[in-house]
């Protein structure tokens, strides 16, 4: 059972614009949500976390928003450059991944 | 960067051989996992360890093995390898804190032919 999803499997923005990338969730219990991007060839790296106790967690370009009671979170970037095509995953602190979004931000 | 490395980092191999993959850490953390990554399924949990000796499954553990002698090497064996252990395998460490932050290897491509 998949209990992160990722529906999008690719995204294609223009840089300069907003990338929102989505994920779902089943299990309420869950205490954080991480995002991590990987580029090819290399391991991913964390990129931003939001705790369930909140409801939106800023760093630089890069927000994430979570919704308890619709299970979803997003990670927002802005404004996307071309350094940040890569595939995106989410995951829950249960060590459970999400299957990527390739993001790819045109110049 | 955290001190992770994997080795070998490429492997080709048959059917029907062992193949033991090998997880080396500076770090000193106490979580040591190992991921693999298809097409569709992102990245889903092999093993993990959560101190020496201390190992447990993850959500496709079946036709894998671990083992964790000191805590920094986490060893994954394939005692038997077939075509769908084909894939891209990570190592991770965490110190479990809050948030519980992994931090990735660079990965161990292996073709079972």
């Known amino acids: 059972d998949q209990q992160v999803k990722q529906n999008s499997p690719s995204l294609s923005v223009q840089e300069g614009r907003i990338s929102i990338l989505n994920c779902d969730y089943t299990n309420s219990m869950f205490d954080y949500f991480l995002w991590y991007k990987k580029y090819p060839a290399e391991g991913p790296t964390f990129l931003i976390s939001i705790s369930s106790i909140k409801d939106k967690n800023e760093d630089g370009r890069f927000t994430v928003f979570l919704n308890k009671s619709a299970k979803h979170l997003s990670l927002h970037i802005v404004p996307s450059q071309p350094g940040d095509s890569a595939v995106y995953f989410c995951a829950a602190d249960d060590m459970r991944f999400g299957a990527g979004t390739r993001l790819t931000v045109k110049p | 960067d955290a001190g992770i490395t994997q080795s070998p980092r490429h492997k080709v191999t048959e059917t029907g051989t062992p193949v033991t993959l090998r997880c080396h850490q500076t770090e000193n953390h106490r979580y040591m996992y190992w991921y693999r990554q298809d097409p569709g399924h992102g990245l889903r949990l092999i093993h993990y360890s959560y101190g020496v000796k201390d190992t447990d499954k993850g959500e496709v553990s079946d036709g894998y093995s671990v083992s964790r002698s000191k805590t920094e090497d986490f060893l994954l064996t394939l005692e038997s390898a077939t075509s769908s252990q084909t894939s891209v395998y990570f190592c991770?460490?965490?110190?479990?804190?809050?948030?519980?932050?992994?931090?990735f290897g660079p990965g161990t491509r292996l073709t079972v032919l």
């Open positions: 991770a460490i965490s110190s479990r804190g809050a948030p519980p932050t992994q931090y």
